[in-house]
């Protein structure tokens, strides 16, 4: 086995490695931002529910107007979506929670079949390159 096969091996082997290492931190980012997402979701929509509550007890117009005020201002404190009602429209994100989890669902199979074809065509080329045909 001469060097020249060796160093071939040891490259299609760090290629390989190198993507697998790239397919896990995008799954690991991917599983991160699904989860921060759907807390910020359920946040707001308990945020909306303590709305809810307050307007239906409020007496005036008045006061409903100071609780939806009140309610936008932390919705926007704190990065939260708001649905659509009282002349606004749904924000970003809100809509989205059926998107983000199928992501969330559908990355883990994706990272395991990236992770077997990565696998298959790293020992394929490092076997070719060990043991190359003459």
């Not at 160093?7 to 599983?31: D, K, N, P, Q, Y």
């Not at 409020?58 to 979506?81: F, I, K, M, W």
């Not at 002349?87 to 990236?114: C, F, K, W």
Request: glycine content about 12%; proline content about 3%.
């Amino acid at each position: 086995m001469s060097g020249w096969q060796i160093t071939l091996a040891a490259m299609e082997g760090t290629g390989a490695l190198l993507t697998l290492v790239g397919v896990i931190s995008l799954f690991m980012g991917a599983r991160s931002r699904y989860r921060e997402a759907r807390a910020q979701l359920g946040r707001a929509l308990q945020l909306n529910l303590e709305e809810a509550a307050e307007r239906a007890t409020a007496q005036s117009d008045a006061e409903r107007q100071a609780v939806y005020e009140l309610y936008v201002s932390r919705h926007l404190a704190n990065g939260l979506p708001r649905p659509a009602g009282y002349g606004h429209s749904y924000q970003p994100g809100y809509e989205t929670v059926n998107i983000m989890r199928v992501l969330g669902d559908g990355a883990l199979r994706d990272l395991i079949i990236a992770s077997l074809g990565v696998a298959l065509s790293g020992v394929a080329g490092v076997l070719a390159n060990l043991f190359p045909v003459s």
